[in-house]
């Protein structure tokens, strides 16, 4: 091959490799039918790009394992409210688990079901910011106040959670899990399709754990009694494909442990 071929092919290899395009073209230009100036070149830019591609393989790796630390961290601070509220321990995992089969059932891929799960651990974190007067009181009647800290506490998870970047979308299923289709909820007011597909997918569960489960106020309901409240409310502050379909799952493969 000509000489000046071969340093035309090598300069643009080099250049693809700049902007980040590797590929093993650059090995090819180290066999014997390359100028020797050609082959030690492109030897030495194989290694420097060998090099670079361990260097973002440790760094992509380092990322994963502070992301995982970082996301054991705050489950870790939304478990504590089981220590603040004895009725909702637990109803983090449950609502996790939930949402993580409805996205599955309505063909969710991987990536988008693993937030949603994400989400439904995280779902509640806001509530680290009740007075304890909220976890205390027994009653069905609450004050203005009260339902102000009730309301307030989607706003504060989301506070919590907006630095980590790292939960993408996640972090506005946490925000908006609150919402009602009609427009009344809280903490946005946010209507239909304003409304994230996994905010609502995380809207069903946590409305079915709640009343599943015991709380200071209530005795938990059974599951159809739980499903014919579902289904009063699906259309106006849940979505009815995501209820009907959650009916479908726990009918299925039942209720979470």
């Not at 996994?198 to 069903?204: D, K, N, S, Y």
Request: one cysteine or more; hydrophobic letters at 40%; glycine letters at 8%.
């Amino acid at each position: 091959m000509m000489q000046s071929e071969g340093r035309d092919r090598l300069l643009r290899v080099i250049k693809e490799i700049a902007a980040g395009n590797y590929s093993n073209e650059i090995i090819e230009l180290t066999g014997p039918g390359y100028d020797p100036e050609v082959r030690e070149l492109a030897e030495a830019v194989g290694m420097m790009m060998v090099k670079i591609e361990a260097r973002e393989f440790h760094l992509e790796q380092l990322n994963e394992q502070i992301r995982n630390d970082t996301l054991n961290t705050v489950t870790a601070v939304a478990h504590a409210l089981g220590a603040r509220d004895t009725y909702t321990e637990g109803h983090g995992e449950r609502v996790s688990i939930y949402a993580e089969r409805l996205a599955q059932r309505i063909g969710l891929d991987e990536h988008e079901v693993e937030r949603i799960r994400i989400a439904g651990m995280l779902h509640d974190i806001g509530k680290i910011g009740f007075s304890d007067l909220i976890f205390s009181n027994e009653d069905t009647d609450i004050s203005k106040d009260m339902l102000l800290e009730i309301r307030s506490h989607p706003q504060w998870g989301y506070d919590i959670l907006r630095n980590l970047t790292f939960l993408g979308p996640a972090l506005e299923y946490v925000y908006a899990h609150h919402e009602r289709l009609d427009g009344n909820g809280y903490p946005r007011g946010l209507c239909e399709d304003q409304i994230p597909l996994g905010a609502r997918i995380l809207a069903v569960a946590d409305c079915f754990d709640a009343m599943t489960t015991d709380r200071s106020y209530q005795k938990g309901k059974t599951p159809q009694e739980a499903f014919a409240i579902l289904g009063k409310i699906a259309g106006s502050a849940l979505d009815p494909d995501i209820v009907d379909a959650f009916f479908d799952e726990i009918e299925d493969n039942g209720m979470a442990e």
